[in-house]
């Protein structure tokens, strides 16, 4: 851990300078408490830097939770090792491809699964309690429920060190959380202009504890959180009854871990109650466990918390990108991806480029990074990988 001011503590040893200095005007807004803490996978977001844990005293910066809300990951531990697994791989990865919709704008056609439908009726009544419309955000928002996005949202069969099998994915809130974050994001920026608050980023504006406006963020955030979670049940839920079909058996869930690593909680550090947010970190209380995927190609860990309070009990939600996208396009070629996915049933498409393995982080170097933070039960290597456009 490098102290890098009172106010900002980090645990990445790759850390640019541009992610240092907007970490470093993050947390000198007034009301950080005790201090923003920088994961090992820290990197240049949105205002506040994607990788870091935020806690604030009477007030939420909409855009340090991020645009989607509540995403994660989902994994389930199956009874099989990998000899049970059929050697044609592809099958499976097509029949997931059919049964999840792909990409940004992917939507089902109709909601046609009991399973979704009791979702779809959860996700309304909790919207009627919320006091908003989820409709007024993303008219298409119930047929998005199971559906994967892009990006480096991906669904994937892998294998752990001994040879178990496992089902992991990848995704959020999709297009209503998505709406959900860049309303509020707008309204802090209106208030904080109509109040005359000096901002050194325009995406630090906030909204204060005791007003309408951070009340309706609240409960719609938590009701995208919400969404999020049950998009990543929806899903597992459609890829659990593919595999069984491709391996001829049903699977029975030995261990299900869902979590998020963009999202706000109420919680307790250093003697006082923040509002906490993630953006890109999960949660690493003693003894939780928690799910850090690395990108297409490599490994992703299945961690247990050990509750580190320095760094607010929190941990890495992944690889964090070295390259932008668009740099990553310029340096790589789709032959050094197709060597990167070596072994792997993959869609081979150009598109996947910018989530080429050396675009990102050295997620082994990320974890001994976190070392302190988290403790590793199982690696994952992928056997299936699939993704969206």
Request: aromatic residues 6%; glycine residues 8%; neutral net charge.
């Amino acid at each position: 851990m490098e102290k890098i001011t009172p106010k900002l503590l980090s645990w990445a040893s790759i850390l640019e300078d541009t992610t240092r200095e907007q970490a470093m005007t993050t947390a000198r807004m007034p009301f950080i408490h005790p201090h923003l803490a920088l994961m090992p996978d820290a990197h240049l977001g949105l205002g506040a830097t994607v990788g870091s844990v935020i806690p604030t005293l009477g007030a939420i910066m909409p855009a340090a939770v991020g645009v989607d809300i509540g995403c994660g990951m989902i994994a389930v531990r199956t009874q099989w090792t990998a000899d049970r697994l059929p050697a044609d791989r592809r099958p499976v990865r097509e029949a997931i491809e059919r049964a999840v919709p792909l990409s940004a704008g992917g939507v089902n056609r109709r909601v046609s699964r009991e399973h979704t439908r009791q979702r779809l009726e959860l996700l309304t009544r909790l919207a009627q309690q919320a006091g908003f419309e989820p409709a007024a955000y993303a008219r298409r928002w119930e047929l998005q429920l199971g559906t994967l996005g892009s990006g480096n949202h991906f669904i994937e069969v892998s294998v752990d060190e001994e040879q178990r099998v496992w089902l992991f994915l990848h995704s959020g809130s999709r297009g209503v959380g998505n709406r959900i974050a860049q309303h509020h994001i707008a309204v802090a920026r209106d208030l904080c202009e109509r109040w005359w608050v000096p901002l050194p980023d325009k995406d630090l504006a906030y909204l204060v504890e005791g007003t309408a406006e951070l009340d309706a963020y609240v409960a719609q955030m938590r009701w995208a959180q919400t969404y999020a979670l049950l998009n990543r049940e929806e899903m597992m839920d459609r890829v659990v009854r593919q595999v069984e079909e491709w391996v001829g058996e049903a699977v029975v869930r030995t261990e299900e871990i869902n979590c998020h690593h963009n999202y706000t909680e109420r919680e307790r550090h250093f003697g006082r109650d923040v509002w906490l947010s993630r953006k890109g970190a999960i949660n690493a209380e003693a003894g939780r466990p928690g799910l850090i995927p690395g990108s297409m190609g490599t490994a992703s860990y299945v961690v247990v918390g050990r509750g580190d309070p320095v760094s607010l009990h929190s941990a890495p939600h992944g690889a964090g990108r070295e390259y932008s996208r668009a740099r990553a396009r310029r340096t790589f070629t789709r032959e050094q991806l197709r060597e990167a996915m070596t072994g792997i049933e993959w869609r081979d498409s150009e598109a996947f480029l910018d989530e080429i393995p050396g675009a990102y982080k050295d997620i082994d170097r990320v974890m001994a990074d976190a070392s302190d933070l988290v403790e590793v039960r199982h690696v994952l290597r992928q056997v299936v990988n699939v993704k969206g456009d």
